[in-house]
């Protein structure tokens, strides 16, 4: 278990991301700003659906919220691995942070399409 923790922090042979950029500035910035910038959003907007559930106490599926702020949160969180890892190529968590985000983008759709379908059945 010891090994798989050491090796999961790693870079072995791999070159960051930069390198593929040429560490040419414009580029370089063009990706960090970039990725920077969607990770502020995808931060902030959960913090504003939380907000929303708690003020709102009469909401209907007030979990599906949740679910959907979790998986809002592990997607800013890649954008903060991919400026992570455009020096450090620590791609095996960058990785594993991507099979998280993947699980729960897929509960997440799992979950809202019998929701819907369900809600528009029964209103309909």
Request: with cysteine; hydrophobic share 55%; aromatic share 20%.
């Given at each position: 278990?010891?090994?798989?923790?050491?090796?999961?922090?790693?870079?072995?042979?791999?070159?960051?991301?930069?390198?593929?950029?040429?560490?040419?500035?414009?580029?370089?910035?063009?990706?960090?700003?970039?990725?920077?910038?969607?990770?502020?959003?995808?931060?902030?907007?959960?913090?504003?659906?939380?907000?929303?559930?708690?003020?709102?106490?009469?909401?209907?599926?007030?979990?599906?919220?949740?679910?959907?702020?979790?998986?809002?949160?592990?997607?800013?969180?890649?954008?903060i691995?991919?400026?992570?890892?455009?020096?450090?190529?620590?791609?095996?968590?960058?990785?594993?942070?991507?099979?998280?985000?993947?699980?729960?983008?897929?509960?997440?759709a799992?979950?809202?399409?019998?929701?819907?379908?369900?809600?528009?059945s029964?209103?309909?």
């Amino acid at each position: 278990m010891n090994d798989l923790l050491s090796n999961f922090f790693v870079t072995g042979p791999f070159i960051p991301h930069g390198h593929c950029y040429l560490w040419q500035p414009s580029l370089v910035w063009l990706h960090l700003l970039s990725d920077a910038l969607i990770a502020f959003a995808y931060y902030s907007i959960p913090l504003t659906l939380f907000y929303f559930v708690r003020q709102r106490r009469d909401l209907p599926f007030s979990w599906i919220f949740l679910l959907f702020a979790t998986f809002i949160v592990s997607c800013g969180t890649t954008h903060i691995l991919d400026i992570w890892t455009l020096w450090y190529p620590t791609y095996w968590v960058s990785g594993a942070v991507k099979a998280v985000t993947a699980i729960v983008s897929l509960l997440t759709a799992f979950v809202l399409v019998p929701l819907v379908v369900c809600q528009f059945s029964v209103d309909g």
